[in-house]
């Protein structure tokens, strides 16, 4: 049986910090799965991890430093950028993350990941306060932006007795990743590794090259307090699945998320957003588009105010939680007069009546087509990985695919929608 990453070559950068000794054994899940891993560390993560362990365990050598004489004699940096598949930092530090965003060269990790273009997937792992720093989500922007790829990091318990966001994402997630990566960064997909690096980078072929897409995708988080929010259970698969594909298809493509646990798409802008109203902007600020697919699950509500303190439990009756109601992203874009994308595309996710449900929302929406989907729990759909979808134009006419994974889903929407802007 041939295994996931079979003969593909990682080169995985070990930045410095308390999570490197993960990366111990994500050498060890990226073997399990055929890959070939070549290690290299910064000077921080060998205060943490040596690369005696890591070469042990990835079976070659680890690489350390730049001005190693021996080592740039033996395999020079350029080739280090150039020698494998994909490029994994993890965990990607504060200062690592830093470096790359502003093109620093000042080490082996930071010069190898300026002169290459492999795909790049990043494993962040910090302070909480340092991930929430703007600096830090400034240069993640920047990041994203240029096409690197993320993976976490999670929430959870941390050092020094704090709780939230800088995990670093768990060693079979990240393996995960990786194969998400390499499987889209194939060149068998019409895109050589720069193009999957970013949608900027050299206009490829294909049905939609050049038109410029726009998709919502993920769940909105509405704040009640500092540390609650309301929420649903979308995964963004599908709208991540959509935005792939019409990467993959040559669209220069904005995918505006909500807080989502899965990967960024390859060759696809990626806007992270939390709230309903963040996303609106958002969306305004991405257009000009040909077409706008909203696949997102906005939160219809949001609570009346955000407390700036946590709500505390006093010992009296719970206080009633008001609601204001959300801005409709579909409704405002589709009901534009100027500067309406061509094709618009709601999503209308039902547990009851699916089709009479859509063909009103349709109308009240001013959408040119709507992807009706049953989420009933016994579907499955809200947070899986299949869908059964029915496409429901204006007159009503309704065409029923059967049960696919969700990125078949997201190809064959994709190779609809060509048609329709083609036609
Ligand atoms: O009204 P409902 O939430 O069922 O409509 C679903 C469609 O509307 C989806 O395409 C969703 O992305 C979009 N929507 C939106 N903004 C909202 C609510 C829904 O864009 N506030």
Redesign the pocket.
């Given at each position: 049986m041939t295994r996931p990453l079979q003969n593909r070559r990682v080169l995985l950068v070990i930045g410095g910090g308390i999570a490197a000794y993960k990366a111990l054994d994500l050498i060890r899940r990226l073997r399990e799965r055929g890959a070939q891993v070549r290690p290299l560390l910064t000077k921080g993560a060998q205060e943490f991890v040596t690369p005696l362990a890591a070469a042990a365990l990835a079976g070659e050598r680890a690489h350390t430093d730049l001005f190693d004489r021996a080592e740039e004699a033996d395999i020079g940096h350029i080739k280090l950028a150039r020698d494998a598949d994909a490029i994994v930092v993890a965990p990607a530090t504060a200062s690592l993350m830093a470096r790359m965003a502003t093109g620093e060269s000042s080490d082996l990790a930071a010069t190898v990941l300026l002169a290459t273009t492999l795909p790049i997937l990043i494993a962040p792992a910090m302070n909480v306060r340092m991930w929430q720093h703007p600096a830090t989500q400034r240069n993640l922007a920047t990041l994203r932006a240029d096409g690197v790829r993320v993976v976490g990091p999670n929430e959870g318990a941390m050092a020094e007795a704090e709780f939230g966001p800088g995990r670093l994402a768990e060693p079979a997630e990240i393996a995960d990743a990786v194969e998400a990566m390499l499987a889209e960064a194939r060149p068998a997909s019409g895109f050589g590794f720069l193009a999957g690096r970013g949608a900027t980078a050299d206009a490829p072929a294909g049905p939609l090259a050049g038109r410029r897409i726009l998709v919502?995708s993920g769940p909105t988080h509405e704040p009640i307090d500092p540390v609650r929010y309301l929420a649903n259970r979308s995964s963004g698969r599908q709208g991540h699945a959509i935005a792939a594909a019409a990467a993959a298809a040559g669209a220069i493509v904005t995918l505006v998320s909500g807080p989502v646990a899965i990967p960024d798409p390859p060759g696809v802008q990626v806007v992270a957003v939390e709230t309903?109203r963040e996303?609106?902007a958002a969306v305004e600020a991405a257009l000009p588009a040909d077409l706008a697919?909203?696949?997102?699950?906005?939160?219809?509500w949001r609570p009346a105010a955000t407390r700036e303190s946590k709500i505390k439990k006093d010992g009296a009756a719970p206080a009633p939680l008001a609601l204001v109601?959300?801005?409709?992203?579909?409704?405002?874009?589709a009901g534009r007069s100027a500067g309406r994308p061509r094709l618009v595309?709601?999503?209308?996710?039902?547990t009851d009546a699916v089709l009479d449900?859509a063909r009103a929302?349709i109308a009240?929406?001013g959408?040119d087509l709507?992807?009706a989907n049953d989420v009933s729990p016994a579907g499955g759909v809200m947070g899986g990985t299949a869908n059964t979808v029915h496409l429901v134009g204006r007159d009503g006419h309704v065409e029923t695919w059967p049960t696919l994974d969700k990125d078949e889903v997201g190809r064959r929407l994709i190779r609809h929608f060509a048609g329709l802007l083609g036609a």
């Open positions: 919502t309903a996303m609106l697919i909203f696949a997102a699950a906005v939160g219809d109601e959300n801005p409709d992203i579909l409704a405002t874009i595309v709601g999503f209308a996710a039902e449900n929302k009240r929406k959408c709507i992807v």
